[in-house]
């Protein structure tokens, strides 16, 4: 099924929910973008002890939403979901789901899937959209959970796909954060991970905090992780790794 874009009404809603907790005083960040057509989401609050492999907060990265910069021309969600060799059956763990680009597409395909992430609002959202904009067999797929920065809450075996799209980067202890994902996943379970390249796009974070597809490998294998597969020609701006539990 065709995955459709949100209505205005959608984004009008959200941009209430947006006042309501400005007007609270838990303002998102501000943070600056390589693209003028970047939206501001409600940003995600992790402290600032909660400092990334880059330094930066992972509050700092989660803000950012590519929903108006083409993201379904450039990032290509269809051709990266193809690489896990297909959903059907499967129980998906959408690390830093956000507004839900990803998990949308994924539960009209997979049996099940869990976005995670460490902001509630993010998970009010999708609670909300997705009975707007999936289809009502659909909705039921989608659990939403709230993680936390070291700990996606996961039991152990409960997935059978791992998919982590803009947000490697902002993760702490990347290593150690990999390896509970890796007991997270059934035997023979994978890993999908897309960051921004670490050279200059039109849209995604500053250069300083993206990190390197050999270091995103290496992470993958000193995890635990085997055959990890790395791509960097697929998409104009990032790069994708594939490795197996």
């Not at 970047?38 to 939403?65: C, F, I, Y």
């Not at 990032?75 to 979901?81: N, R, S």
């Not at 049996?111 to 067999?137: C, G, H, T, W």
């Amino acid at each position: 099924m065709q995955f459709m874009k949100p209505s205005a009404l959608l984004f009008v809603c959200l941009s209430a929910m947006l006042l309501t907790f400005n007007a609270c005083g838990d303002k998102p960040d501000d943070k600056e973008n390589t693209s003028d057509a970047t939206e501001q989401n409600p940003a995600v609050t992790a402290p600032n002890t909660n400092l990334g492999a880059n330094g930066k907060t992972l509050s700092e990265g989660l803000t950012e939403d590519y929903t108006h910069t083409d993201r379904v021309i450039w990032q290509k969600p269809d051709m990266v979901l193809n690489l896990l060799g297909g959903l059907d059956g499967k129980a998906v763990a959408d690390i830093g789901a956000g507004t839900g680009f990803f998990t949308l597409r994924m539960a009209q395909k997979a049996r099940k899937v869990i976005a995670i992430d460490i902001d509630p609002r993010f998970i009010n959202y999708l609670d909300s959209i997705k009975m707007l904009e999936l289809p009502e067999q659909f909705q039921s797929r989608i659990e939403t959970r709230l993680g936390k920065p070291d700990d996606p809450q996961l039991k152990t075996g409960e997935v059978d796909l791992v998919v982590i799209v803009n947000t490697f980067m902002y993760i702490r202890d990347q290593v150690a954060y990999l390896k509970i994902l890796r007991n997270a996943l059934t035997p023979g379970g994978k890993i999908l991970i897309v960051d921004f390249k670490r050279k200059r796009t039109p849209v995604g974070p500053p250069n300083d905090i993206r990190v390197p597809i050999h270091v995103v490998e290496e992470a993958l294998y000193e995890a635990g992780y085997k055959n990890v597969l790395a791509n960097d020609t697929a998409l104009d701006y990032q790069y994708i790794l594939v490795g197996e539990r």
